[in-house]
T-cell receptor
Framework: AQTVTQSQPEMSVQEAETVTLSCTYD???????LFWYKQPPSRQMILVIR??????QNATENRFSVNFQKAAKSFSLKISDSQLGDAAMYFC???????????????FGKGTKLSVIP | DAGVIQSPRHEVTEMGQEVTLRCKPI?????LFWYRQTMMRGLELLIY????????DSGMPEDRFSAKMPNASFSTLKIQPSEPRDSAVYFC????????????FGPGTRLTVL
């Protein structure tokens, strides 16, 4: 079974600064998907960014980018020019590429609470 | 799209009572997922459906939990009888087979069992 670990329960960043959230995972599969979801106080889970394991290029979405290190099984999220609206829980998630019972589920880490200091 | 709709947003009940949570997935989505979020265990998948058929219910904690999807636009998660340890936020999510593997989440139902 796959596991996802977020070792930073809480982090803070000064507004306009850059912050990196860590995520590691354990899997025996060679192809899979990785995601970062944001959960603001409203509780809504919002997809921030996705990465296919077979792509070497790191995904980027505006101020959000990832550092995907497949050999190290590491998938960190970098938020540049942090804004007050970035304050939220951030969850790293894993999804298998293969079909079969259970493979369509997302396996989530425990989350990192990000605070943005004005 | 209206997004995934869940009701109620908040539910407070007493131990032993039956609780029914409702979900309307995004139109055209083939998959529907029920998750539970707690501080202790984080986000856990309870069950998921494909074309209204339950595919994997291995995450359902015990027989007190049941889920149904009578049609493509509606699903329920029922807890009977409810217990205080069931207190959590329950999320419904849906995705389309041909989508880029993204699951769209509803706003969640916060359940408190006294």
């Amino acid at each position: 079974a796959q596991t996802v670990t977020q070792s930073q329960p809480e982090m803070s960043v000064q507004e306009a600064e850059t912050v990196t959230l860590s995520c590691t995972y354990d899997t025996s599969e060679s192809d899979y998907y990785l995601f970062w979801y944001k959960q603001p106080p409203s509780r809504q889970m919002i997809l921030v960014i996705r990465q296919e394991a077979y792509k070497q290029q790191n995904a980027t979405e505006n101020r959000f980018s990832v550092n995907f290190q497949k050999a190290a099984k590491s998938f960190s999220l970098k938020i540049s020019d942090s804004q007050l609206g970035d304050a939220a829980m951030y969850f790293c998630a894993y999804r298998s590429l293969y079909s079969g019972a259970g493979s369509y589920q997302l396996t989530f880490g425990k989350g990192t609470k990000l605070s943005v200091i004005p | 799209d209206a997004g995934v709709i869940q009701s109620p947003r908040h539910e407070v009940t007493e131990m032993g009572q039956e609780v029914t949570l409702r979900c309307k997935p995004i139109s055209g989505h083939d998959y529907l997922f029920w998750y539970r979020q707690t501080m202790m265990r984080g986000l856990e998948l309870l069950i998921y459906f494909n074309n209204n058929v339950p595919i994997d219910d291995s995450g359902m904690p015990e027989d007190r939990f049941s889920a149904k999807m009578p049609n493509a636009s509606f699903s329920t998660l029922k807890i009977q009888p409810s217990e205080p340890r069931d207190s959590a936020v329950y999320f419904c999510a849906s995705r389309r087979e041909t989508s880029y593997n993204e699951q769209f989440f509803g706003p969640g139902t916060r359940l408190t069992v006294l």
